[in-house]
């Protein structure tokens, strides 16, 4: 409309809309206006010479091994003072950690039990927030036997989640009682599902399972914590008499086929559900599938009326009831596993002053400061 | 042996071309394709973006098609381009290839040094204790994984003793040289010798011994001849024809890389350009891969073959 205003027109009223423009960037149309947007997404451009708005901007690109940045000028809120900013790659977590340690990078993501140690060091400064990411078992309502909620209601008591949290992920993750991460969504009066094998198994009993079943759980995660957290829900469901065999695969593989809602019962996988993001696409989603139903087979008209009235909710307070109200109505009738939702870190050095981290957008302060940001001698 | 070559040559295309038929429709079997390669589990996916990708890829169309595409785009010399991120696959690989040449290389180049040097030092004096020392380390150098190797090594001459950089293969901000990569390259090509140091000085020792022992090593000493020009001339020159071989074997190493190293020194080479292809499904760069592997194996074959000759007279090629 004028050079500092733009204006949205939508098809229909959003009042989520705002936070959906978190995804939203602004691009130089003095150079980008001749491309075919189609083209866009392969375009070296934003690699080896892109124009942003951010505090610094492209110096030097080696391909496969650093990106190095300097202050952007311009930049709306001051010039940084950081000279370089230089982003390398590793392959491997542990060569980045030694590169920390050594004083060659001055910062970089590390896993929980890495953080656990570097807390205690006063040469590094640890970071910590939520990944906002959900991790839940997600049945397929397919297979008959997860259609009723006694079954889904018994594999939640039967995992110790607590002792997984602690031991496994060595405390670097929380609980949740619905696959909606922000606890702002969580009313006060779920059912948590505390451990508890002999109603996890008078349930199945009740439920008729048959305890000579046994079933594959699928999933994408190759790290070793993901692994033995699977390994762990594997051993406390064989406890109650639901044996499941853990299918790793990897990511292409398992989206081919996870997607088509076919050929699987269960899957351990992840919701990435930070603030702004619909829980929609994960619950109702059904464009890929074979017979056009949900990824899980779900047909809950329930579920999509509570989510609906929470996204045309006008004004925030009713967003969080609506929303409340509807992890509620997943948290009762288990409409899928909810388990835990991580905790991730990143680790600086000490001499780097005013930094900021959080490893999941919209979990944090809205603005990071890059500006400020400096590395002390 | 000029027709012979081009013989071996002329052959050889017809095996390039089953191997690019086999690997392909191996990769068909495979679950998953490129498009779902870009879906990440944890987000939500448009279905109708991977659609568009997909098509965009030529995924749509039947194999046989698809297979036809990429042989007649192959035989212009044009290697096409990666799905991940469309960089020229040729371009691509020779910037690996240089990496991984560079760095398996150099280790090839320790280990056949060293390792001869020291399988002809073990041979010489059998049953001594140097020769129960170098034999057991060499036990532990073949044994060792390279993923420990890599990572021990790194955190013992990395941080503990500071000696060597953490990874990568130029310090970052600073201007290319020779000095600077060599600095890089030191600990990385050290640590993969010791496992060709380990590999041929293992196979030196055992061709030594079978050839000392021969009767015209016997009859040598005894009309009197320098034990140098026994050794040298006599003894190594024959003992080396399995050695040729077992660096024949090793060579292909230059050209396929060596994932585990890469991946804890951070070098850019093509052991970790195949994994990443596999794990991204990228299809042109997976066949452009073989391609040039299939390609430099069986020139390497050749080559080993070729270099019999110099090394044993008896070997003539028609």
Redesign the interface.
Known sequence: MDPLTVQFSLKATDPRFPYKLIAAYILPQHILKDQDP?KLA???WFLASPVGTGPFKIFKY?????Q?LVPNEYYWNGKPKLA?L?N?????E??AI??L??G?IQFTYVSGDVAARLKTNPNYQVFEGSSF?SNYIIFNFRDKRFQDVRVRQAIMYAIDRKAIVKDVFLGAAYLEPCTLPQKTFWPSDVNWYDYNPTKAQQLLKEAGWNPNDSLEIWT?YTAQQQKDALQAIQAYLAQVGVKITPKF???????????TGQGWSLSY????LPTG??P???LL?S??TVDKKAWSGLDDPKLEQLLNTAEKSLNDTDYVKGMQALCKYMNENVIEASLWVGTRYGAASSKVKNFYYYPAPGGGPYEDNPELWEVVP | MTQYILRRLLINLPVLLGITVIVFSLFAFIPGDPASFYINPELATNPVQVAVIREQLGLDQPLPIRYARWLGQTLTGNLGYRTKNGDPIAFVIWLRLQATALLAGTALFIGIAVGIALGVFTALRQYSLWDYILSGLSFVGVSMPAFILGIFGLYIFSIQIPLFPAGGMSTVGQAPSWEDTLYHLALPALLLSLGYIAVFMRQTRFSMLEVLHQDYVRTARAKGLHESRVINVHTLRNALLPVVTTVGLNLPSLFVGTVFMETIFSWPGMGTLYLDAVQSRDFPLIMGLNLVTATMVLLINLMTDIAYAFVDPRIHYT
């Open positions: 189609s392969k375009s070296d080696v391909k496969d091994q650093y190095d370089h230089i390398r790659y590793f392959a491997d542990t060569a030694i590169a340690e050594k060659e990411v994408y695969m990897d990511t292409p593989a398992y989206n081919a086929q996870f997607y996988r992840g919701a990435g993001q619909s929609r696409p994960f989603a464009a890929q």
